[in-house]
């Protein structure tokens, strides 16, 4: 079973450029998260998809960054533009509800994550 | 809100030393507690974790016990690889309508020598 898969595993882009990371996660995994780690500190929440519905959005850093769900399966984190804040590595994780509960979840899978350098 | 804090790192060891890495948090509730760890060139993996108070979570010869009492979930390992050189994360899951999010500490850089 493949795990969960990001591109690209590097970019490194000027200010001002747009930069989109995608996220496809396990099959049939209904939660999608996105996670940053910033220079070293900690891994911080960015968003939460539950299938297609942006189910909490309050880690999210500002109206730069937009996250779509296309079908509730692959995921894009979209940058624009792009500012020097922004380098660091950007982790996906999914996964399921237990019993079609939302609130209850198996263990979460992580991918390699995206390190973006804003040059 | 949750935190969660991290002993400073990084660590250096000679292999087949006592490894320790110091884990604390703040929650409210009842959160689940998690170890994840990323190797080089890796992405993260989830080492360890324990769901209630008094539990112990072990694997690949690390452990950890959640306490409630002093809110910690240390990181333990009897004799230390090169080959567990990695970042070590602790991690919490809040209950109730946390839906899954985790609150992570710093990372604590972990590097074995021969």
Not at chain 1, 16 to 39: A, E, F, K
Not at chain 1, 54 to 59: A, I, L, N, P, V
Not at chain 2, 17 to 35: D, E, K
Not at chain 2, 78 to 89: C, E, L, N, R, T
Request: hydrophobic residues 30%; contains cysteine; charged residues 20%.
């Amino acid at each position: 079973e493949a795990g969960v898969t990001q591109f690209p595993s590097h970019s490194v882009i000027e200010k001002g450029q747009t930069v989109t990371l995608r996220c496809d996660p396990i099959s049939g995994h209904d939660n999608l998260y996105w996670y940053r780690r910033v220079m070293g500190k900690e891994i911080k929440f960015l968003l939460h998809f539950v299938k297609e519905s942006k189910q909490d959005e309050s880690g999210m850093p500002n109206n730069r960054f937009l996250a779509e769900r296309t079908g509730g399966t692959y995921s894009t984190l979209k940058v624009q533009p792009a500012e020097l804040e922004d380098s660091g590595v950007y982790f996906c994780a999914s996964s399921q509800a237990v019993g079609g509960d939302v609130r209850r979840n198996t263990e979460a899978f992580f991918g390699q994550g995206t390190r973006l350098t804003v040059v | 809100g949750d935190s969660v804090t991290q002993m400073e790192g990084p660590v250096t060891l000679s292999e087949e030393a006592f490894l320790t890495i110091n884990c604390t948090y703040t929650a409210t509730g009842y959160p689940s507690l998690f170890w994840y760890v990323q190797y080089p060139g890796e992405g993260l993996q989830l080492l360890l974790k324990a769901t209630k108070a008094d539990d112990k979570g072990s694997n690949k010869g690390f452990e950890a016990t959640y306490r409630k009492e002093t809110t910690s979930f240390h990181l333990e390992k009897g004799s230390v690889q090169v080959s567990d050189s990695a970042v070590y994360f602790c991690a919490l899951r809040g209950g109730g309508t946390s839906y899954g999010k985790l609150t992570f500490g710093q990372g604590t850089i972990l590097t074995v020598h021969p």
